[in-house]
T-cell receptor
């Protein structure tokens, strides 16, 4: 499984934007970039995914580098409810690709009031 | 609320015992996944079922088994329990899309004493 690298922790202030980086230098052409987050005492929650183009949804934006070796999850205005561990995961949906999610250690985001 | 339900929420049992964890996927989702989250190993994929058939296997011990029934609910059976099996067990389901985002249940916290 292709590997991702994320900072162990990050801090932000409430109502400020947060940029969570992820490096995935060994990404292959059929790997989708997925982001999940896990709030305290809850199961992981799907946030967003993308392949090549930047993506937006109601929760966040995903900015993907042109060479696809890195990506950034953007929370436009952090709230206290966004405090969670954020996981960047590569999923190969090509032929023979595994559907499992391989979780790393993720980035623990702390949001200060 | 992800739409995935898991029962029971908490389970306390003794070493050597056997337990069954139950999962109901979101309506219409054919794939069910099981994950284990422990403090030292993080979130690890155990097994996937698709429409009643085993699709993929991860780091699942031989003492553990799972099945998916015709109504698509799934059960994870853990036997000869050891202290190290104490963990959170999450079930997830996904729709049949190429990128297959997964929706996680609230988990079952298993404590083996």
């Amino acid at each position: 499984d292709a590997k991702t690298t994320q900072p162990n922790s990050m801090e932000s202030n409430e109502e400020e934007p947060v940029h969570l980086p992820c490096n995935h230098s060994t990404i292959s052409g059929t790997d989708y970039i997925h982001w999940y987050r896990q709030l305290p005492s809850q199961g992981p929650e799907y946030v967003i995914h993308g392949l090549t183009s930047n993506v937006n949804n109601r929760m966040a934006s995903l900015a993907i580098a042109e060479d696809r070796k890195s990506s950034t999850l953007i929370l436009h205005r952090a709230t206290l409810r966004d405090a969670a561990v954020y996981y960047c995961i590569l999923r190969d949906v090509g032929r023979g690709g595994s559907e499992k999610l391989v979780f790393g250690k993720g980035t623990k985001l702390t949001v200060n009031p | 609320d992800s739409g995935v339900t898991q029962t029971p929420k908490h389970l306390i049992t003794a070493t050597g015992q056997r337990v069954t964890l139950r999962c109901s996927p979101r309506s219409g989702d054919l794939s069910v996944y099981w994950y284990q989250q422990s403090l030292d190993q993080g979130l690890q994929f155990l097994i996937q079922y698709y429409n009643g058939e085993e699709r993929a296997k991860g780091n699942i011990l031989e003492r553990f088994s799972a099945q998916q029934f015709p109504d698509l609910h799934s059960e994870l059976n853990l036997s000869s329990l050891e202290l190290g099996d104490s963990a959170l067990y999450f079930c997830a389901s996904s729709p049949r899309t190429p990128h297959g985002e997964q929706y996680f249940g609230p988990g079952t916290r298993l404590t083996v004493t």
